[in-house]
């Protein structure tokens, strides 16, 4: 089993759309955790980033973590075609252990919004 | 306010040819990553280097070599490409973990 788990999609949706963005994860440990956004033939980007349970608002972003459940979030407010970009969830267990805040990443969903 | 640089952008070799990717950060962050991204496969880890000096294996170390050449510069060197390792290749910088800028992207195709 991966530590991170990630539905690959792709995902289709149209402008206005709420979107929701889903992670499952089996390591106890993290309690950092990241989404990024990669356009098209793009590096990732940091998109979101929340320590520990609770939620996190940016914008039209939100990010949710459970971490009873292992279960982390990303949702979009009414989606504009500019948002179709692939979304990967990320998480560490930072300083604690050996992995030294190493991130594992989930493989991706792919999202577009269409006009 | 470059952050992170790859080069060579784009790069095609032949099999059995070696080559070294570059990358270098400008951010004083102390650790450093190597991934390769490949369709389906989402990006998977080869080497990184948690701080100046070490350097580890990750998930898909064989063909591969790092070198921590300084905290600034950490570089990638297929020694034998082979066609399997046709990707899209990441460097990514860190304070430790707490959020990573990735570079551009290196294009490998081997041929």
């Known amino acids: 089993q991966k530590e991170v788990e990630q539905d690959p999609g792709p995902l289709s949706v149209p402008e206005g759309a709420i979107v929701s963005l889903n992670c499952t994860y089996s390591n106890s440990a993290f309690q950092y955790f990241m989404w990024y956004r990669q356009y098209s033939r793009k590096g990732p980007e940091l998109l979101m980033y929340?320590?520990?349970?609770g939620n996190k608002e940016d914008g039209r972003f939100t990010a949710q973590v459970d971490k009873s459940s292992k279960y982390i979030s990303l949702f979009i407010r009414d989606s504009q075609p500019s948002d179709s970009a692939t979304y990967l969830c990320?998480?560490?267990?930072?300083?604690?252990?050996?992995?030294?805040?190493?991130?594992?990443f989930g493989r991706g969903t792919q999202l577009t919004v269409w006009p | 306010n470059a952050g992170v640089t790859q080069t060579p952008k784009f790069q095609v070799l032949k099999t059995g040819q070696s080559m070294t990717l570059q990358c270098a950060q400008d951010m004083n962050h102390n650790s450093m990553y190597w991934y390769r991204q490949d369709p389906g496969m989402g990006l998977r880890l080869i080497y990184y280097?948690?701080?100046?000096?070490?350097?580890d294996k990750g998930e898909v170390p064989n063909g591969y070599n790092v070198s921590r050449l300084n905290k600034r510069e950490f570089s990638l060197r297929l020694e034998s490409a082979a066609p399997s390792q046709t990707s899209v290749y990441f460097c990514a910088s860190s304070l430790q973990g707490y959020g990573y800028t990735f570079g551009s992207g290196t294009r490998l195709t081997v041929v």
């Open positions: 280097s948690a701080s100046e000096g070490t350097t």
């Open positions: 990320a998480m560490s267990a930072g300083n604690r252990g050996s992995t030294l805040g190493r991130l594992y």
């Open positions: 929340t320590y520990s349970s």
